[in-house]
């Protein structure tokens, strides 16, 4: 079971077009590409919180590290 024909797409097509209606078609896509478009954002700004949260993650091991060593220079 490949790719539809040529002929199987034109009755796919149709079929669609008596169930929604030209002037309905054109507002789904709409729809599906503002739904794309804000799911596409979501996943770049989760991106962005989860780099920054390694960021200040290291940055706080960082500091622990560094205290650490100090303690450690103190006691000696």
Sequence with gaps: MGMPS???????VGAIVLLFGGKKIPE????LGQGIKNFKKAVKDDDIEDTNNIEQETKVGTADVKATTKEKETEV
């Design 28 to 31: 789904l896509a709409k729809g």
């Design 6 to 12: 040529g002929m199987e797409l034109i009755i796919i």
